[in-house]
């Protein structure tokens, strides 16, 4: 095969000698130094005579490592080793839980926590400002870093991040001595809302009344400009009716009674009408259920119809046509339940007194009724 050079002239190379005691420039390199973002060059590597930078073991971790891996290392060289600790367990809990449901599981379908570069950048930065917050003792720092990580993971999958950083916000909440307890609040707020989203109603009162403790007397507020007073009354009555319901399943009505009472004078603190329209109404449900059951010694039709009386004059002021309907048919039927047993017994009775009373009841329908013994029952 013969050879394209001519005599006289210089064979040119097609790569560069390996040999040369310069480096290759940028454009024979592989050019994944200029891809980088400015900000991940290492700015203490100095040039060499030549005037290029050159390629780092650290420029090509970049590259061969996967982002887990260099977030790790990274955390590990700037000495935030309590970060790491926290990061790599966030991953690997969250490894062990898709193992654990198995293929054809919805969170096996999910793409892992590692492989969201969007989601473990913030995650890294949170965690070590959070860290050197608290080596400084500036535990409002560490507690706004936290619930910032916790607003972060809002999708549905990442529940239980969210979860867990409301828990660690509380914690740092509880170091804060010059707030008055602010953010303590807060935070138990917050976790009351956690439980309350799981189920667990019990643990949800418990930190909602927190909560309350802390705010009532306050004008503390929040992004929105509601007072965390209110927030925290229509809270106790979201979590205090939810109890409620259990025992109205199990027909523990004195319990039911007492419980969504609570609610109502919550609701009624809160400043919240329609809130407290609907509370006065479940009430007056709760009495009436009562006053149903034949092994009740006392129909307390009465009481119900004092709280659909009150839940009438909300949904009036609200103007809200559905809820003033339904709050005129329960006044209605409580009235109603509530003059049934004096009217019985005024017809079973009989004589001068008790036939009086029914004529006069029925020509002005007044809603008071006097029975046989003279005494005057409401309705």
Same mark, same amino acid.
């Given at each position: ?182 953010? @303590?609040? %807060? /935070?138990?707020?917050?976790? &009351?809302?956690? $439980?309350?989203?799981? *189920? !667990?109603?019990?643990? +949800?009162? =418990? ?68 809130? @407290?329209? %609907? /509370?006065?109404?479940?009430? &007056?449900?709760? $009495?009436?259920?009562? *006053? !149903?059951?034949?092994? +009740?010694? =006392? ?81």
């Amino acid at each position: 095969m013969t050879s394209s050079v001519l005599p006289g002239q210089k064979k040119t190379r097609f790569l560069p000698d390996i040999n040369a005691a310069t480096a290759p420039t940028p454009r024979e390199r592989t050019g994944f130094l200029k891809a980088r973002p400015h900000h991940e060059l290492d700015t203490n590597r100095h040039e060499n005579a030549s005037g290029e930078t050159p390629v780092t073991e650290d420029d090509i971790a970049q590259f061969r490592n996967t982002l887990r891996q260099n977030l790790c290392v990274s955390m590990l060289r700037e000495g935030f080793h309590r970060s790491f600790a926290e990061f790599f367990s966030l991953l690997e809990r969250w490894r062990a839980s898709r193992e654990a449901a198995g293929p054809g599981s919805a969170l096996w379908q999910q793409r892992p926590l590692e492989k969201h570069p969007r989601k473990l950048e913030p995650l890294r930065e949170h965690l070590t400002r959070a860290e050197s917050a608290e080596r400084a003792g500036q535990y409002v720092e560490v507690y706004e870093n936290y619930l910032a990580l916790a607003r972060f993971f809002s999708e549905p999958e990442d529940r239980w991040i969210r979860y867990h950083f409301y828990e660690l916000s509380l914690l740092s909440a509880g170091k804060i001595k010059m707030d008055s307890g602010k953010r @303590e609040a %807060e /935070a138990n707020g917050h976790m &009351g809302e956690v $439980y309350l989203e799981q *189920g !667990d109603f019990e643990l +949800a009162r =418990e930190h909602y009344e927190v909560f309350y403790n802390l705010a009532v007397g306050r004008l503390w507020q929040d992004e929105s400009g509601n007072t965390h007073h209110s927030r925290a009354c229509m809270g106790l009555c979201r979590i205090y009716t939810l109890l409620a319901q259990r025992q109205l399943q199990t027909k523990d009505y004195r319990t039911a009674i007492q419980i969504l009472t609570k609610a109502y004078d919550m609701a009624k603190e809160g400043g919240e009408r329609r809130m @407290e329209g %609907e /509370a006065a109404y479940r009430v &007056g449900l709760a $009495y009436q259920c009562k *006053g !149903d059951q034949k092994a +009740a010694k =006392e129909g307390q039709y009465d009481r119900g119809s004092d709280y659909f009386s009150q839940a009438y004059e909300l949904a009036c002021s609200l103007g809200s046509v559905p809820a003033l309907r339904k709050a005129q048919a329960c006044v209605g039927v409580a009235r109603a339940h509530a003059l049934l047993r004096p009217y019985s017994a005024a017809v079973v009775t009989g004589g001068p007194r008790s036939l009086l009373a029914l004529i006069r009841w029925k020509e002005v329908r007044e809603d008071g009724f006097v029975d046989s013994s003279g005494e005057e029952v409401m309705g």
